[in-house]
């Protein structure tokens, strides 16, 4: 069973569209991350949510907004989108061990927008 | 996070050993040095991690120099599969939940 699970892999949208991604953990992990890697293979942090509270909420456009149902959810919505928002998605989850924090990543949303 | 340096590239031969440095001169005494390795068109995977002791697993050796303002990851004998980025990154425990990716250096592995 894969441990952290993204839907989408691969998503192709127009401008101004709304588009959500999906992402799951079966890991009993109690925080859950979005990452945004850009055409530069930068990799930023977007939002951290820690038992469905939010704790890390980087320079993100309000356009984005993360939802977490349950510990086990953490899904991104993306309102009005935009070509600068073509990029892949990385979701993430952790819990907070003796020796820090490691951290599994799910394999990625590829969404261009057009 | 403390910053940390790496070379933006390197390159090996497979079977032979690869040592990945980097340099965090600015670590505090809390901040644990995580790598994270990321395989093409994959998301990031954990390697390794320590705090002032070297350590040993299944994927790679990590040794951190006495004054803990540098470290090398070690792969004992690369393969084809272990091209990939390479992220060294400070984590603080307890300060937070995230890690801030740098550039990495970027490991071509060649037979």
């Known amino acids: 069973d894969t441990a952290v699970s993204q839907t989408p892999k691969y998503l192709v949208t127009q401008m101004g569209n709304d588009k959500s991604i999906k992402c799951e953990q079966n890991l009993g992990h109690d925080t859950m991350y979005w990452y945004k890697q850009d055409s530069k293979k930068f990799l930023k942090i977007m939002f951290s949510?820690?038992?469905?509270?939010?704790?890390i909420n980087e320079t993100v456009p309000n356009r984005f907004s993360p939802k977490s149902p349950d510990k086990a959810h953490l899904n991104l919505h993306i309102n009005s989108l935009e070509l600068g928002d073509s990029a892949v998605y990385f979701c993430a989850s952790s819990t907070r061990s003796s020796s820090g924090n490691t951290i599994y990543f799910g394999e990625g949303s590829w969404l261009t927008v057009v | 996070d403390a910053k940390t340096t790496q070379p933006n590239s390197m390159e090996s031969n497979e079977e032979e050993p690869v040592h990945l440095p980097c340099n965090h001169s600015?670590?505090?005494?809390?901040?644990?040095i995580h790598w994270y390795r990321q395989l093409p068109s994959q998301g990031p995977e954990y390697v390794i991690h320590?705090?002032?002791s070297n350590v040993n697993n299944r994927m790679a050796s990590l040794a951190i120099a006495e004054d803990r303002k540098s470290s090398t990851l070690i792969l004992h004998r690369a393969t084809l599969r272990d091209a990939a980025v390479y992220y060294c990154?400070?984590?603080?425990?307890?300060?937070?939940?995230?890690?801030?990716f740098g550039k990495g250096t970027s490991l071509l592995v060649t037979p």
């Open positions: 949510y820690n038992n469905k509270e939010l704790i």
């Open positions: 600015t670590i505090s005494g809390t901040d644990y």
């Open positions: 320590g705090l002032t």
């Open positions: 990154i400070l984590r603080d425990y307890g300060s937070g939940y995230a890690l801030n």
